[in-house]
Protein backbone atom coordinates (compact mmCIF):
# COMPACT_ATOMS: atom_id res chain seq x y z
CA UNK A 1 0.00 0.00 0.00
CA UNK A 2 1.28 3.70 -0.80
CA UNK A 3 1.18 5.55 2.84
CA UNK A 4 3.52 8.08 0.56
CA UNK A 5 0.62 10.85 0.32
CA UNK A 6 0.15 10.64 4.29
CA UNK A 7 3.30 11.34 5.33
CA UNK A 8 4.56 14.70 5.96
CA UNK A 9 8.46 15.56 3.95
CA UNK A 10 9.59 19.15 5.98
CA UNK A 11 12.66 20.71 7.25
CA UNK A 12 15.19 19.29 9.94
CA UNK A 13 14.83 20.39 13.61
CA UNK A 14 18.00 20.09 15.73
CA UNK A 15 15.98 17.97 18.03
CA UNK A 16 15.68 15.16 15.08
CA UNK A 17 19.47 14.83 15.30
CA UNK A 18 19.19 11.57 17.41
CA UNK A 19 15.98 10.37 15.91
CA UNK A 20 17.90 10.94 12.12
CA UNK A 21 20.80 9.54 13.29
CA UNK A 22 18.99 6.23 14.36
CA UNK A 23 17.63 5.79 11.18
CA UNK A 24 20.28 6.57 9.23
CA UNK A 25 22.12 3.76 11.34
CA UNK A 26 19.47 1.24 11.37
CA UNK A 27 18.85 1.89 7.38
CA UNK A 28 22.41 1.06 6.53
CA UNK A 29 22.61 -2.06 8.80
CA UNK A 30 19.78 -3.49 7.65
CA UNK A 31 20.03 -2.69 3.85
CA UNK A 32 23.58 -2.84 3.83
CA UNK A 33 25.14 -5.56 5.70
CA UNK A 34 25.27 -8.79 3.02
CA UNK A 35 25.94 -6.63 0.82
CA UNK A 36 28.94 -4.78 1.61
CA UNK A 37 31.58 -5.72 3.88
CA UNK A 38 31.96 -5.07 7.78
CA UNK A 39 34.13 -2.13 7.10
CA UNK A 40 32.17 -0.61 4.69
CA UNK A 41 29.40 -1.19 6.62
CA UNK A 42 31.10 1.15 9.25
CA UNK A 43 32.32 3.36 6.97
CA UNK A 44 28.76 4.25 6.37
CA UNK A 45 27.91 4.52 9.95
CA UNK A 46 31.10 6.29 10.07
CA UNK A 47 30.43 9.07 7.23
CA UNK A 48 26.94 9.89 8.76
CA UNK A 49 27.75 10.89 11.96
CA UNK A 50 25.94 13.77 13.77
CA UNK A 51 28.55 16.23 12.99
CA UNK A 52 28.17 15.41 9.10
CA UNK A 53 24.24 15.59 9.48
CA UNK A 54 24.57 19.24 10.92
CA UNK A 55 26.92 20.32 8.49
CA UNK A 56 24.50 19.05 5.79
CA UNK A 57 21.47 21.13 7.98
CA UNK A 58 23.35 24.01 8.06
CA UNK A 59 25.42 23.84 4.19
CA UNK A 60 21.93 23.18 2.33
CA UNK A 61 18.24 21.00 2.79
CA UNK A 62 17.98 18.67 5.04
CA UNK A 63 14.81 17.38 5.38
CA UNK A 64 12.48 14.39 7.00
CA UNK A 65 10.08 12.52 6.48
CA UNK A 66 7.18 12.46 8.94
CA UNK A 67 4.38 9.87 9.05
CA UNK A 68 2.22 9.69 12.29
CA UNK A 69 4.93 11.78 14.34
CA UNK A 70 7.81 9.37 13.67
CA UNK A 71 11.08 9.64 11.04
CA UNK A 72 10.50 7.54 7.95
CA UNK A 73 12.92 9.17 6.01
CA UNK A 74 15.50 11.65 5.57
CA UNK A 75 17.72 12.96 2.83
CA UNK A 76 20.18 16.31 2.47
CA UNK A 77 20.77 18.76 -0.68
CA UNK A 78 24.17 21.18 -0.73
CA UNK A 79 24.71 22.74 -3.43
CA UNK A 80 23.83 20.18 -6.82
CA UNK A 81 24.21 17.33 -4.30
CA UNK A 82 22.22 15.20 -2.33
CA UNK A 83 23.10 13.21 0.40
CA UNK A 84 22.47 10.86 2.78
CA UNK A 85 18.69 9.85 1.50
CA UNK A 86 17.26 6.95 4.04
CA UNK A 87 14.07 5.45 3.89
CA UNK A 88 13.63 2.83 7.29
CA UNK A 89 13.37 -0.76 5.84
CA UNK A 90 9.91 -1.01 7.09
CA UNK A 91 9.17 2.02 5.10
CA UNK A 92 10.43 1.51 1.90
CA UNK A 93 8.81 0.65 -1.79
CA UNK A 94 5.90 3.04 -0.44
CA UNK A 95 6.33 6.32 -2.12
CA UNK A 96 8.76 8.07 0.63
CA UNK A 97 11.91 7.99 -1.36
CA UNK A 98 10.49 9.60 -4.31
CA UNK A 99 8.69 11.97 -3.21
CA UNK A 100 11.68 13.23 -0.76
CA UNK A 101 13.80 12.89 -3.91
CA UNK A 102 11.38 15.05 -5.89
CA UNK A 103 11.42 17.54 -3.74
CA UNK A 104 15.03 17.72 -3.05
CA UNK A 105 15.47 18.40 -6.60
CA UNK A 106 12.84 21.12 -6.68
CA UNK A 107 15.24 22.68 -3.94
CA UNK A 108 18.21 22.31 -6.24
CA UNK A 109 16.11 23.67 -8.94
CA UNK A 110 14.86 27.01 -7.44
CA UNK A 111 18.78 27.29 -6.14
CA UNK A 112 19.60 27.76 -10.11
CA UNK A 113 21.23 23.98 -10.10
CA UNK A 114 20.50 22.59 -13.84
CA UNK A 115 21.95 18.84 -12.41
CA UNK A 116 21.76 16.85 -9.89
CA UNK A 117 25.05 14.60 -8.75
CA UNK A 118 24.75 11.82 -6.08
CA UNK A 119 26.44 9.02 -5.22
CA UNK A 120 24.67 5.56 -5.20
CA UNK A 121 24.75 2.61 -3.14
CA UNK A 122 24.56 -1.08 -4.26
CA UNK A 123 20.98 -1.74 -3.14
CA UNK A 124 19.91 1.97 -4.10
CA UNK A 125 20.72 1.52 -7.98
CA UNK A 126 17.63 0.62 -9.05
CA UNK A 127 15.65 3.61 -7.29
CA UNK A 128 18.10 6.07 -8.76
CA UNK A 129 17.36 4.79 -12.18
CA UNK A 130 14.03 4.49 -11.48
CA UNK A 131 14.05 8.26 -11.11
CA UNK A 132 16.00 9.27 -14.10
CA UNK A 133 19.94 9.12 -12.62
CA UNK A 134 22.30 7.73 -15.13
CA UNK A 135 25.12 5.87 -13.69
CA UNK A 136 28.10 7.66 -15.20
CA UNK A 137 31.12 5.43 -13.29
CA UNK A 138 31.79 2.56 -11.27
CA UNK A 139 33.65 3.86 -8.23
CA UNK A 140 35.59 1.42 -5.24
CA UNK A 141 36.87 2.65 -1.73
CA UNK A 142 39.64 0.72 -0.40
CA UNK A 143 37.97 0.73 3.54
CA UNK A 144 40.64 -1.50 4.84
CA UNK A 145 41.43 -4.55 5.41
CA UNK A 146 41.27 -5.62 1.91
CA UNK A 147 37.17 -4.73 1.82
CA UNK A 148 36.19 -2.08 -0.27
CA UNK A 149 32.89 -0.18 -0.70
CA UNK A 150 31.86 -0.24 -4.18
CA UNK A 151 29.43 3.13 -5.20
CA UNK A 152 28.07 4.76 -8.60
CA UNK A 153 28.41 8.80 -9.44
CA UNK A 154 25.15 9.27 -10.57
CA UNK A 155 23.85 12.74 -12.81
CA UNK A 156 20.23 13.99 -13.40
CA UNK A 157 18.98 17.22 -15.49
CA UNK A 158 16.76 18.86 -13.53
CA UNK A 159 15.73 21.00 -16.62
CA UNK A 160 11.83 21.71 -15.92
CA UNK A 161 9.59 18.48 -17.24
CA UNK A 162 6.39 18.25 -18.30
CA UNK A 163 3.67 16.42 -15.95
Known amino acids: ?5 HARIREFREADLVSVRKLIHQTIEVCYSGIYP ?3 VQFFKDF ?3 EKIVEQHRDGDLLVVELDGRLVATGARVGSDIFGVFVHPAFQRQGHGAALMRELENRARAKGCT ?14 ESLGYEM ?3 CSTDVGGGEHLDFWKAKKSLARQEF
Open 1 to 5: MNTAH
Open 38 to 40: PRA
Open 48 to 50: HSD
Open 115 to 128: ESELSVSLPARALY
Open 136 to 138: LEE
